[in-house]
């Protein structure tokens, strides 16, 4: 028997506190179509959970269902040691001042 999750409606006070952290600015049409759409989400998760997956089996590992070798060294890349590029040649960047890069101030807060 599947436990029914109810799923909380986001609030035009939680999106516009998600678009301030994230500094969005949303214009009154897209919060509306924004809420609108989140809370469809919502109530699609909600209708998914309302389906019995008790005959299911739970999938540990993606590599086993793809039918590789249980061994995870059969399907990760070996690990190689290769060259990297040479510091000084790096730090010869003009956005550069000799030891860190030179980036554009992108928090204003």
Do not use: C
Not at 44 to 72: C, F
Not at 97 to 108: A, M, Q, R, S
């Amino acid at each position: 028997m599947s436990e029914t999750i109810l799923m909380e409606r986001v609030t035009l006070a939680d999106l516009r506190r998600v678009a301030e952290l994230a500094s969005l600015e949303l214009s009154a049409g897209e919060e509306h179509s924004l809420l609108r759409d989140l809370n469809s989400i919502l109530d699609y998760v909600a209708e998914l959970n309302e389906i019995d997956t008790s005959t299911v089996a739970a999938m540990a590992q993606v590599g086993e269902a793809l039918g590789n070798d249980s061994d995870p060294r059969a399907w990760l890349r070996s690990d190689v040691v290769a060259p990297s590029l040479h510091r000084e040649r790096v730090m010869a960047s003009p956005d550069s001042d000799g030891t860190f890069f030179k980036v554009p101030k992108v928090i204003e807060r």
